[in-house]
C-alpha cells in the first residue's frame, strides 16, 4: 500500500498496516526532519523492522536531492538475514510502483566466516582462524611472494578481485550474505572484500553492533561512513552492555602463559630477521620515529583490528623513544606481564582505579603511561614487519596490549578488579583480572557525534527515560508504543502465593526453603497437565536451576512432570545446550509435549525463539536480578549513583525487568501467536505496580488453556505487562 | 544471586500482598454461580415477569452463519460429495478423557453426543459405514468393526468407557489405515478423531505415519477437548481434515454435528464410477429362515439379496455371501439431496410485513402460524429466492436440516403448466 505522511510518500509492501506501525513511522519521520536521535519502542511482532525500513528508504526516494545512507545494526548474523529477506520484498515492491529510479544497493556485512568462499579457508573451526587463514592467503608480502613463486598459495577469489580492480563492483538490489556468496562464487570475486569495498557505496549497509561501536573494528569498517546517514540499533535494550564489553578487557592466568609463550615466538623471529634482512627493522624504526600514520597506507588485506581506544582519544604523536626499537618493545611488554602474573598472586579481592594502576606500573615495572598507551599500534606494526600470518596464535599477547593502551587512556569509568578465586567456588583458584568499563556513554559517543540521526529501537526499552541518561544522549523523540491486540492472545499472570497460600519468591532468605521449592514444583506439575506442547521455564541462574531441580527429583515431582512432558535442560555448555534444544523441538513437533528449562541471561534468554507451539506458556520463576555481590557490578552501580545519579535500586530492578521481558517475549513473535506468561515471585507485583504503563486486564485468552479448577485458588492477578 | 539487590529494593517497603483480593473471600459453591452467571439469562417482559432470554433469534443467526459456510463452498461450482463414506470414529480413552472440566466428565460427554452423532451420520449418509476405535493404555483398539446399524455401535460404546494410561495417536492412525486399505476406491475413507489427552506418547515417528494417511486418501479430522496441538493440526492439515477444539459441551455437539454431512469429495476421488448395487425385498410377514448375518433362524422382517437369495436382517449392507452393497431406494433418495442442496433462504427485516403491498401473505408457508409476534409485532422471518414464499425461523431451520426440499417450489412444480403460461 502506498500512503502519505506529511510530505513523504511511504511506499509499504504489505496490504495492512497495524496502527501502532502507523504511529512508529510519524515518531521517526520527525526525527529524521530534525535531524536528531530517537528512542522508539514497540513490542515484537508489530512490524517492527518493516515500520523502520519502508519509512527510511522512502524518505531517502521522496528527497532526492539529499540521500540519506541507512545502516543498520542487529545483534545476531540470523537477524540480519531477517532483515535483508524484509528489505528485498520491500525494495520489489517499490520498484513495481516506482520503476528502475526506486533502486537501491543494500548489503549485509559480516565476518569472513560467513562471508568467505574459499574452502580451505572454510574448513578452520572458529572466526579468528578463518581470519588468520584468510591473511594467510592475501597478506600483501605472500602475494609478492607469490609473484615470484608459484608455489606459495594464494586465493584465487581474492586475486581475481584484485585483478578486476575498479570494475569489481555490485550491480544495484539487495544482497543477503548468501546472495554475496552466490555472486562471488559466479563473477570468481571475494564476497568479503567485494563487501567491505562495497559499505561506502551501498544505500543500506546491515551489519553487526560491534561494527560501529567496537572501536577495534569501527576504526577499519565503518570509518567512511558519510554523516548523512541514518544509525539504527535494533533489538538495543542491551546496547548499553554491548558498549562496555567493547571496552573491557579480563586477563587470566592462560592469557599470561600465552602471552610469554608469544613473546618468545616473536623474539625468535625478531632474531632470525636480524640474521637475514636487519634493514627491514629499520626501516620500521624510522618509520616510528617520523610518527607516520600506521594504517591508511596500508593495502587493505594488512589491516587488522585497529586501536581499542575511542579515535578520539589517540594520540597523533609518534611513538615515543623507549619502544621504538623491537627489542625494546619486547622488553617492555616482558615487564609488563610479569607484573600482571605479580599481581594475579594476590589472596585478596582488590579494586583500583586505573590511575593508581598506572602509577603502579611505573613504579614497579617501569612503564611509563604514555609507552602503555601505544602498546597495541606499536604490536600491530612489529608484526605486520615481522610478517606474521597466523594472527590467532597471537590472541594473548593482543589482549594483553589492548588491556595495556585502555589502561594508559582512559582515566575516569573504568576499574580495575582482581578477584583471586570465582565468588562462588572460593576452594578453586581462577584469578582473573578485569578492566571493566562502567560507563556506556563512552563508545557510543563516536557514534552519536558524527552521525545525523541514531535511532535506538527495541521491543523492551522501558523505562525509556533511564536509557538517555545510561547513554548521555538527547534524543529529539522517545516514544513507547503498545501493541493493538485484536483478540486476547496474551495472558500474562502475576503469581504470589502457592497451592498452600504460601508466599512464593527467590529473594535469598526464601529460596531454598522447601515450601518454596514444592510450591513451584506444583505449579509447574499443574501447568504441565493442562498446556499443550511446549512450556517454557527461566530460573534466575544456573545455580538455582540445579538446585532446585535437584530437590524436584529427590521429592519425585520430576517424575510427575516427566509422565506428561519430557524435560530438557539448557547447559553451559553450548553444544550440549543445541542438541536438548533440538530434541526439544522435536518433542513439540510431534505432539509428545516438552518442558524446557533455561536461565535468564542465558544464551537461549537472548537468542532462541519460541515461537508458535514451541513456546504456549513460559514461566519466570523469580526475579532475575543480577548477581548483586559481583565486584564489577558494584563497582558499576557506584559509578552509575556518582555520575549519573542512578540509583542502585532502579537500575537493578530495571535491568531485571528488561531481561524478564527478554525472556517471555520469547514466546510471541507475531500476532498471530498466542501463549501464556506467568511471573512466579511475590516481588513481581510490586514492581509491574511500579511500572506507570501497565493496564488490567481480567479476561483469560480465548482458545487456549481451560486453567485447572484449583488454580482459581492460587492468587492470580492478570496484568498485561506493556513490555511483553 | 539477588540477595545484596533483592534486599535494598525490597527493604523499603515489606508490607504484605494481599491486600487486594477480588473473588479470594467467596466459597467455592458461590464462585460457581458468580462464574455461570445463571441471573443474566432471565429477562423482564412488559408485565414485568421474570422469563428466560428468547434466543431463539440468536440461535437462527448462529444456525445461518454455519448454512452460508457450507452453502459457500457447496453452490459456487456443484461439488462432488463423498456420499459413501467409510468413517472410523477413534475415541481417546485415555487418562484425560476422564477430567472432569466437562460435567460429569469428559467420557459422559463424548459417549452421549458420539451416540447422537451416529444416529444423525447414519440419518444424512444412509449409504455410509462407520466403525469404532479407543485409544486406551497407549494402543489402539477396534471396539466394531465398520457397519452400517447405529444400534450395535452404541452398545458397544456404552460398555467400554473406562478410562486410564496415556495416548498414542499413532497406533491408532496405524490400525485404521490398515483396515481403511481395504475398503473399495469407491469409499471416501475418513476418520474423525475425539482427543482428550494433550500428547501423544508414540513408538516411533508420527510424521511417516500422516504421510501413510495422506498417502491412503484418508481424511484425518480432529475435535480436541482440551487445547490445540501442534500436532493434531499437522495431521489435518496434511490430510485435509478439519481441526477444531472444543470450547463446552454445546460447542462440542456442535463442532461434532459438523462431520455429519458429507465432505466434498478429493480431487483425486472425484471420476465417476459405477457401483454395482443390489435393491432387496422385503420378505413376507411370518416367513422363516437362516439369516446370513447372524448366523441364526428368524421370522419375518428380513430383505433378500437379489444376487444370491440370502437373508439379511437390515438394510444398508454388504450381502456376506456375494459380497454384494444392499441397498433400498428411499436411502439413495436421502443421499441425493446433499449434491442439491436449497439455497439458502433471504432474511427479510420485520419492517417489509407492514408494507402494503406484501400484505398477502402474513403466515408462514409452511407452518401456516401468523408471522406475527404476540404483541402484534413483526418478527424476524425469510423468503426462499426461488418461489418468494415466506417461512418463519422454525420452518426455515426444519426445511434446510431435515426436509431438503422448499414446500414452496415443490407445489410451483406440480403447477408446471401455469408457470410457463404467466411467462
Given amino acids: ?724 | 544471586m539477588n540477595n545484596g539487590g533483592g534486599k535494598r529494593i525490597n527493604g523499603g517497603t515489606e508490607e504484605d500482598d494481599d491486600e487486594d483480593d477480588v473473588n479470594g473471600d467467596l466459597d467455592a459453591w458461590e464462585r460457581t454461580y458468580t462464574d455461570e452467571r445463571s441471573w443474566e439469562s432471565l429477562q423482564e417482559d412488559e408485565s414485568g415477569l421474570l422469563r428466560p432470554i428468547d434466543n431463539k433469534a440468536l440461535y437462527h443467526s448462529q444456525y445461518r452463519r454455519r448454512l452460508r459456510s457450507l452453502s459457500s463452498i457447496a453452490t459456487a461450482a456443484r461439488i462432488q460429495k463423498g456420499l459413501i463414506r467409510y468413517l472410523y470414529v477413534v475415541i481417546d480413552l485415555s487418562r484425560a478423557a476422564s477430567e472432569m472440566d466437562f460435567r460429569p466428565s469428559r467420557i459422559a460427554v463424548i459417549a452421549k453426543h458420539v451416540e447422537a452423532f451416529i444416529r444423525e451420520f447414519f440419518d444424512q449418509n444412509p449409504l455410509s459405514q462407520v466403525g469404532l476405535v479407543t485409544i486406551k493404555d497407549g494402543v489402539a483398539y477396534c471396539l466394531t468393526d465398520l457397519g452400517g446399524s447405529p444400534e450395535s455401535h452404541i452398545k458397544a460404546l456404552m460398555n467400554k468407557l473406562e478410562c486410564s494410561g496415556d495416548s498414542s495417536l499413532q497406533n491408532a492412525l496405524d490400525l485404521i489405515d490398515g483396515y481403511l486399505n481395504q475398503i473399495p476406491s469407491y469409499g471416501h475413507r475418513e476418520v474423525l478423531i475425539l482427543y482428550s489427552a494433550l500428547s501423544t506418547c508414540d513408538p516411533g515417528d508420527i510424521m511417516e505415519t500422516i504421510q501413510k494417511c495422506k498417502k491412503s486418501k484418508i481424511r484425518c479430522s480432529v475435535i480436541g477437548l482440551a487445547a490445540e496441538m501442534f500436532i493434531c493440526k499437522h495431521l489435518c492439515q496434511e490430510t485435509g481434515g478439519i481441526y477444531t477444539v472444543a470450547l463446552d459441551e454445546s460447542h462440542f455437539k456442535e463442532l461434532i454435528l459438523e462431520h455429519a454431512p458429507p465432505p466434498p469429495a478429493i480431487a483425486e476421488f472425484a471420476i465417476a464410477n459405477l457401483i454395482k448395487m443390489g435393491f432387496p425385498q422385503r420378505a413376507a410377514e411370518g416367513s422363516m429362515s437362516i439369516c446370513s448375518c447372524h448366523k441364526e433362524a428368524k421370522v419375518g422382517a428380513g430383505y433378500t439379496c437379489p444376487r444370491c437369495k440370502a437373508r439379511v436382517c437390515e438394510l444398508p449392507t454388504e450381502c456376506c455371501i456375494c459380497g454384494l452393497t444392499l441397498v433400498s431406494s428411499p436411502h439413495l433418495a436421502r443421499s441425493y439431496h446433499h449434491l442439491f442442496p436449497i439455497a439458502p433462504f433471504d432474511e427479510v427485516p420485520p419492517s417489509h410485513l407492514n408494507d402494503p403491498n406484501n400484505k398477502l401473505q402474513r403466515n408462514c408457508f409452511g407452518c401456516q402460524q401468523s408471522l406475527l409476534n404476540p404483541g402484534n409485532k413483526p418478527g424476524l422471518f425469510v423468503v426462499c429466492p426461488n418461489c418468494k414464499r415466506r417461512f418463519c425461523l422454525d420452518c426455515d431451520i426444519y426445511i434446510h436440516e431435515s426436509l431438503h426440499n422448499c414446500p414452496g417450489c415443490e407445489s410451483f412444480r406440480h403447477s408446471k403448466p401455469v408457470i410457463s403460461n404467466e411467462e
Fill in chain 1, 1 to 724: 500500500m502506498k500512503f502519505q505522511i506529511e510530505d513523504v510518500t511511504v511506499y509499504f509492501p504489505y496490504d495492512h498496516i497495524y496502527p501502532e506501525q502507523y504511529s512508529y513511522m510519524i515518531e521517526l519521520k520527525r526525527a529524521l526532519d530534525a535531524k536528531g536521535h530517537c528512542l522508539l519502542e514497540m513490542p515484537t511482532g508489530t512490524g517492527k523492522t518493516i515500520a523502520l525500513l519502508s519509512l527510511i528508504t522512502s524518505y531517502s526516494l521522496s528527497k532526492p536531492q539529499s540521500p540519506i545512507k541507512l545502516i543498520y545494526c542487529t545483534r545476531t548474523v540470523h537477524e540480519m538475514e531477517k532483515t535483508l529477506a524484509e528489505l528485498k520484498l520491500l525494495h520489489n515492491y517499490q520498484i513495481k510502483h516506482l520503476g528502475p529510479q526506486a533502486r537501491i544497493l543494500a548489503i549485509g556485512l559480516s565476518s569472513r566466516k560467513n562471508l568467505c568462499v574459499n574452502p580451505t579457508v572454510l574448513a578452520a573451526e572458529n572466526r579468528d582462524s578463518v581470519d588468520a587463514g584468510c591473511r594467510k592467503l592475501t597478506a600483501s608480502w605472500v602475494r609478492a611472494m607469490a609473484a615470484e613463486n608459484p608455489n606459495v598459495p594464494t586465493c584465487q577469489f581474492f586475486e581475481n578481485y584484485e585483478k578486476a580492480a575498479s570494475a569489481a563492483v555490485l550491480p544495484p538490489g539487495v544482497y543477503t550474505l548468501q546472495d554475496l556468496r552466490a555472486f562471488g562464487k559466479e563473477k570468481g570475486w571475494c564476497p568479503y572484500f567485494l563487501a567491505r569495498h562495497m559499505v561506502q557505496f551501498a544505500n543500506v549497509v546491515v551489519y553487526s553492533y560491534q561494527y560501529l561501536l567496537d572501536p577495534k573494528v569501527a576504526g577499519i569498517i565503518s570509518k567512511e561512513m558519510q554523516k548523512e546517514s541514518v544509525v539504527i540499533f535494533d533489538e538495543a535494550h542491551n546496547i548499553d552492555n554491548v558498549c562496555i564489553e567493547a571496552l573491557s578487557v579480563s586477563v587470566r592466568r592462560q592469557t599470561l602463559e600465552g602471552a610469554t609463550r608469544n613473546l618468545n615466538r616473536i623474539s625468535h623471529e625478531i632474531d632470525r630477521f636480524k640474521a637475514t634482512d636487519a634493514s627491514r627493522l629499520r626501516a620500521e624504526y624510522n618509520r616510528l620515529v617520523e610518527g607516520l600514520a600506521l594504517r591508511g597506507n596500508l593495502p587493505i588485506t594488512d589491516n587488522w583490528l585497529s586501536n581499542p581506544a575511542l579515535p578520539d582519544d589517540i594520540l597523533k604523536e609518534a611513538v615515543p623513544g623507549n619502544i621504538r626499537r623491537a627489542e625494546h618493545f619486547l622488553h617492555v611488554l616482558r615487564r609488563l606481564v610479569q607484573y600482571l602474573r605479580g599481581r594475579l598472586e594476590t589472596e585478596n579481592v582488590e579494586k583500583e582505579s586505573p590511575v593508581g594502576f598506572v602509577a603502579s606500573i611505573s613504579s614497579h615495572a617501569g612503564i611509563d603511561q604514555k609507552a602503555l598507551k601505544f602498546c597495541y599500534d606499536r604490536l600491530h606494526s612489529l608484526m605486520l614487519t615481522l610478517e606474521i600470518t597466523d594472527t590467532d596464535e597471537f590472541l594473548h599477547i593482543q589482549t594483553i596490549c589492548d588491556f595495556a593502551t585502555l589502561v594508559g587512556t582512559y582515566g575516569r569509568g573504568f576499574s580495575i578488579i582482581i578477584e583471586p578465586f570465582d565468588e562462588r567456588m572460593p576452594h578453586i583458584p581462577d584469578p582473573v583480572l578485569q578492566l571493566s568499563c562502567h560507563d556506556a556513554s563512552l563508545a557510543i559517543k563516536p557514534v552519536f557525534d558524527r552521525f545525523q540521526s541514531v535511532v535506538i529501537t527495541s521491543g523492551t526499552l522501558s523505562p525509556i527515560d533511564l536509557y538517555p541518561r545510561l547513554l548521555n544522549f538527547h534524543p529529539v523523540v522517545s516514544r513507547s508504543f503498545t501493541m493493538s491486540l485484536t483478540r486476547d492472545c496474551i495472558c500474562p499472570m502475576v503469581l504470589t502465593r502457592g497451592s498452600d497460600q504460601l508466599p512464593v519468591s527467590t529473594k535469598f532468605d526464601m529460596r531454598s526453603d522447601p515450601g518454596v521449592v514444592r510450591n513451584y514444583g506444583k505449579l509447574l506439575l499443574e501447568m504441565v497437565s493442562v498446556v499443550p506442547d511446549g512450556i517454557v521455564c527461566f530460573f534466575v541462574s544456573y545455580s538455582y536451576m540445579d538446585g532446585i531441580i535437584n530437590t524436584w527429583n529427590d521429592t519425585g515431582i520430576l517424575k510427575e512432570i516427566m509422565q506428561h512432558k519430557l524435560v530438557f535442560i539448557e547447559t553451559q555448555d553450548v553444544v550440549e545446550t543445541t542438541l536438548a534444544l533440538d530434541n526439544y523441538r522435536r518433542a513439540c513437533d510431534c505432539g509428545r509435549g516438552a518442558v524446557f528449562f533455561s536461565v535468564a541471561r542465558g544464551k537461549v534468554a537472548e537468542g532462541i525463539d519460541f515461537d508458535r507451539h514451541y513456546g504456549r506458556l513460559v514461566i519466570m520463576f523469580g526475579v532475575p536480578f543480577q548477581y548483586t555481590l559481583s565486584k564489577i557490578l558494584m563497582a558499576r552501580l557506584e559509578y552509575l549513583r556518582d555520575t549519573f545519579q542512578i540509583k542502585e535500586g532502579d537500575f537493578l530492578t530495571f535491568d531485571a525487568l528488561r531481561q524478564a521481558a527478554q525472556c517471555v517475549g520469547r514466546v510471541i513473535r507475531s500476532k498471530a501467536d498466542y501463549g501464556m506468561m506467568i511471573f512466579a515471585d511475590k516481588r513481581w507485583k510490586r514492581i509491574i505496580k511500579g511500572l506507570s504503563s501497565q493496564k488490567e486486564i481480567s479476561k483469560k485468552s480465548p482458545f487456549l488453556l481451560k486453567a485447572p479448577k484449583s488454580h482459581s485458588r492460587f492468587n492470580i492477578n492478570s496484568t498485561v505487562f506493556n513490555s511483553s
